[in-house]
Every structure is written in C-alpha cells, then in structure tokens.
C-alpha cells in the first residue's frame, strides 16, 4: 500500500491544525433574520476547539460590527450627495458680468477663466477691466459698451434707529437678466499665470500701467501690463493673502494676510523698494485699502476696523468695534464714509472718526440673506452710489442720501 511519507505526513498535520485554530466569516445579507441565524450556520462542519457560546458571541460581536460599518456607509454615501448638491448650489459660474444700472440687463459676459473669478477692477482711462480667479491667473480683457446717460432720481430719505431707506421697489431677481444675446468675450488680452495658488484680488496701479495681484501662495506679484512680464514677486506673509489695494495717486500697494498684518509696499522710488509690517489686528485682516490722503483703513474677522495715519503707523487714529466679521471695506473718497460689510448679513455706515452713519436694511424685502463679502463705492452715479455683493449672489445698488447723512451726525 502507498504510503505517506514523513514530510507529507507532518505537512498535512499542520495545515489540519492551522485550520482548526482559524475563524472564517461569510457575508451575509443585512435582514435582521438571517443575522439571526448566522452563528449555527457557520458553526455547521466547523472543526473549532473554542466553545460554541464563545463561537456564538464573537460572531454576534461581528455582526454588530458589520452593522456598525454599514450605517456608517450609508450615511457617508448621504452625506457625500448632501455635499455635492451644496456645491452645486455654491459652484463658481465662472464668469465676470457687466451691468446697466439704468435697465438691470447684462451689457458684456467674460467666460475666459476657468476657475472663480474673486475681484474685478476697471482700468482708470481705458475700457479694461483687470480679474483674479481661483485658477491662478489675472486676466485683462477689453470691452466695449454704450453706457446711457444716468438719469436723476429723488433722493432717499433716513429712517428710525439710523437705517438708511432704499427704493421700494420689488425684490431684484437673484439670477438677474443675463439674456441669450448678450455679448461674450472668451479669450483676454493678457493672463497673469506667475501664481501657484488662488489670486483672490488685483488691482491697477496709478496710471494704469501695471498692476498687483495677492494669492493664497502667499504672495502678490507686480506685473507690466504691455509685456505681461512679472516685475517684483512680493514676499514676507506667512500665510494665504487675502486682499490687495493700489493708492490712488500714489506708487503705494497694501496687502492684507490671514496671517494678521498688512504690509505697505513703496514704489515711489525706482532704485528702493521699501516695505512696512502692521499687526494691529488679532485675526485674519481681510482687506486694507486706502484713502485719497494719507489714511490707510483695515478690516478683520476679529470684528474691528482701523484708521490709521501713513505719517503715524504705529498706533490707529480710530478703531471701529462691531459684533461681527468684516469682509472686503470700501472708503467714500469724497466724503470718507467706511462701508463695512458683515458676516451676520448687516451693512454697515462709519465715518472716518469711528461714528456710526446708519445701516443698510436687512428685510425679507430689501438687503441680503446671507454673507455681505464686499462693497464698493460709485460716488458719480446719482441713482446708486453703493453697492454690495452677498453670498446670496446678489449685487444689490443703494441710493445713500449721504448729506443728508452727514447732516444728522
């Protein structure tokens, strides 16, 4: 008879006893039935020297186990849909849109950027117009519109607990009109590309000349607007900028940090290129912008704005305190009045002094529902002479009676 031999023999005799020490676990279906009934059918032809109520319970611990991770799936696939529904809410059109004030209607769409387009400039003298994105570029574009001649309206008038009153006309559309037929420009005359990261702001230099962009590599960048060519990579932030502004009538560039501080960038001397640190806020300073004098004013998520002196930088000449973050400030050139957008939905008026001018409505019916990032000034429009962007996507015109303004002070 044929026999085993020793080495055979003890080969196979270790494998019988590797497999009467090993645990194996079917899937199984989810019904709560066959769960049940799980721990007799793998116990069935099981060679296993652990007790059966051993068995038993290690296998109900992994079926609690196994139904554990599958809620947990099943809530992140829920959660993974909620997300991407949100974004698709949230999502970045990425378009720049110029608008008649007169009509509400689309007068130019820009579709060049592939990414979120964060600010917009318009050229001091020229039809240009200068925008950062999140793909990591500036781009110049020129276009080409017939504004109609602003026709006058009645001024606003002031209401209780210093709210500003604004038209009473009906909700604006938050999609706007942006017809069929409204002229596309595709391609830019010049892409900024030196960035590694997002360019979250850009603005024109005096002159118009050159401009600045501020990313989130941590940087802003001087480039020639002729050549394109990158002039001065501005270094020294230790975290993502957040906002640039260019002096308008001087070679001053401010750029504001998450790191806390904003720098002051001199070009007024080709042969030196000096640069001031400013850590007067507590938290991130999302924007710094300038004044026609010599007043630099900032804003910050720790809920305060500062004036502050060129000639004195070492200390604000007025610090504004609110209840709530401030996103991207504008400064009224001719009557210096801050405007001071918030995180809570408000809009609010300071003069330069510290002293609280009014609020902008914030009803069902009128202002924003969600975030005010930014606001921006028109001084020579007598129909809207401010104007604020929300997370809500909407830009909304408001008609500020600001003598009138000025007069209650």
Known sequence: M?????????????????????LSIRRTNSSEQERTGLPREMLEGQDSKLPSSVRSTLLELFGQIEREFENLYIENLELRREIETLNERLAADHTALLWSIE????????????????????????QLALTASGDQTAHIWRYAVQLPTPQPVADTSICGE?????????????????????????????????????VIAADWLVGGKQVVTASWDRTANLYDVETAELVHSLTGHDQELTHCCTHPTQRLVVTSSRDTTFRLWDFRDPSIHSVNVFQG??????????????NVVSGSDDRTVKVWDL?????????????????????????????????????????MSG????????????????????SA?????????LFTCGFDRQAIGWNINIPALLQEK
């Open 311 to 351: 000639k004195n930088m070492r200390s604000p000449i007025a610090t504004i305190r609110t209840d709530s973050a401030i996103n991207r400030i504008n400064v009224c050139v001719g009557q210096k009045i801050i405007a001071l957008p918030h995180d809570n939905r408000q809009v609010r008026l300071f003069d």
């Open 162 to 198: 210093d709210e500003v009153e604004c038209s009473d006309k009906d909700e604006p559309d938050v999609d706007g009109d942006v017809s069929s037929d409204c002229p596309t420009i595709r391609v830019p005359l010049t892409s900024l590309k030196s960035h590694q990261g997002v």
């Open 355 to 374: 002293v609280r001018l009014a609020r902008l409505p914030r009803s069902s019916r009128q202002g924003h529902r969600r975030m005010v990032c930014c």
């Open 2 to 22: 044929p026999t085993e031999s020793g080495s055979c023999s003890t080969a196979r005799q270790a494998k019988q006893k590797r497999k009467s020490h090993s």
């Open 377 to 385: 000034w028109s001084e020579d429009h007598p129909t809207c002479n």
């Open 281 to 294: 806020h507590t938290d991130t300073v999302t924007s710094a912008v300038f004044t026609v004098g010599d």
């Open 103 to 126: 009509t509400g209607r689309c007068l130019i769409k820009y579709t060049g950027h592939v990414g979120s387009v964060n600010s917009i400039k318009f050229h001091p003298s020229e």
